[in-house]
């Protein structure tokens, strides 16, 4: 008897990778649906149409899927991507820490809720156009999450909240290519999209400017002045309202100090951003909560990783120490620019995800604030 065919639900954000990724699928013999999801905002501003959940997208992911011959549907997740993206990347502003709105969203959206409609109308797995690889360790049993195979595009660091059972359940087929195959397979097929450009912004805020996003959608008494602070306790200016400003920045402080200026950190207590010099934003050592491994069940002794505070950030040397109850701390070899609460920390052993967490305390600061 002829083995039964997959069913994948492939995410179809309308660009060039998710449609390469249901083309490849299609060539190794699965049964594909292709579906955008609908999380654009219902007062999306006009001329928002060029990101990974526009408009415009439903009709470049409608056309690829004409031309696989395969069916596409759109799904609305609205309001679920309001409540949990959106609001979400609103509150952590206001709580004086710096969101990862994507991470979230592959979090929440893709891989839980997007997972849970596919395997309800009776498919057997999803998959996105991500760089990055699964494979099962026959040893340990578990699935393990790799780096792509592009180390420009890798996106490992933004999966690094994927589930044992996500992991079963998911493919990423264009991870084993370069970006550049992955175009030129697309211009092979016909494809519309092969020279269409990545999209860069956040697909919420068109114009990539998150200030006028947060200004817009909260009261003006959420955003109080208060005072810049040096690093020894000193009132040196005020602030325009403590969610307007990230650690390590540097533009738009509007402070003349006779030397340049940068965001050390937030304190949300009192309402003030500390200012300092740029060594001031290099520091070695936080502490890390709300985690997830991958490799390994949980974390029962110190470990040597390298770790990422960024997506953008290369692999840095560190000792993974196990602290209290879904915490840990981890100390770097050697000191890394603008450790920032709120942004996701991922520890890596060679090409593997270990797991990550959320960063919520730069242990390293050592300020006189009064």
């Not at 408009?55 to 069916?71: F, H, K, N, T, W």
């Not at 390590?248 to 937030?266: D, M």
């Not at 920390?345 to 604030?369: C, E, H, M, P, R």
């Amino acid at each position: 008897m002829e083995k039964k065919k997959e069913t994948i639900v492939v995410a179809m954000s309308g660009g060039v990778d998710s449609s390469v990724t249901a083309a490849l699928l299609l060539e190794q013999g699965y049964h594909c649906i292709g579906v955008t999801l609908q999380i654009w905002p219902v007062d999306a501003p006009e001329g928002a149409d060029g990101g990974c959940c526009s408009l415009s997208a439903v009709e470049d992911a409608r056309r690829v899927c004409d031309a696989l011959g395969i069916a596409h549907y759109v799904m609305n997740f609205r309001d679920y991507f309001e409540e949990e993206v959106i609001h979400y990347f609103g509150e952590e502003y206001l709580a004086g820490r710096t969101p990862n709105p994507c991470i979230r969203c592959n979090r929440v959206i893709k891989f839980e809720g997007l997972l849970q409609k596919a395997l309800a109308i009776g498919a057997d797995k999803i998959a996105t156009g991500h760089y990055a690889q699964i494979n099962h360790d026959p040893a340990t049993g578990r699935y393990r999450l790799g780096k792509g195979k592009d180390n420009n595009k890798d996106q490992s660091y933004a999966l690094y909240n994927m589930t044992q059972e996500q992991l079963a359940r998911t493919l990423f087929p264009v991870g084993s290519y370069r970006k550049p195959e992955i175009r030129e397979k697309a211009k092979a097929l016909g494809l519309g999209v092969a020279s269409k450009p990545d999209s860069q912004e956040i697909c919420f805020i068109p114009d990539n400017n998150y200030r006028n996003f947060l200004q817009e959608r909260y009261p003006d008494e959420k955003f109080p002045p208060g005072p810049f602070l040096n690093t020894e306790g000193k009132v040196i200016g005020q602030h325009g309202g403590l969610p307007l400003y990230t650690v390590g920045q540097r533009k738009g402080l509007g402070l003349a100090l006779g030397y340049p200026a940068y965001v050390v950190a937030l304190d949300i207590e009192k309402n003030s951003v500390i200012i300092g010099e740029d060594k001031d934003v290099f520091s070695s050592k936080l502490l890390a909560h709300d985690l997830n491994w991958i490799d390994i069940e949980s974390l029962e002794e110190p470990i040597e990783v390298e770790a990422k505070i960024r997506y953008a950030a290369p692999p840095a040397k560190a000792l993974l120490i196990p602290h209290q109850q879904d915490e840990v701390i981890l100390q770097f070899e050697q000191p890394q620019r603008a450790i920032t609460p709120g942004q996701a920390v991922v520890f890596y052993q060679g090409d593997w995800v270990i797991g990550g967490g959320t960063i919520a305390q730069n242990l390293s600061l050592d300020l006189k604030i009064v």
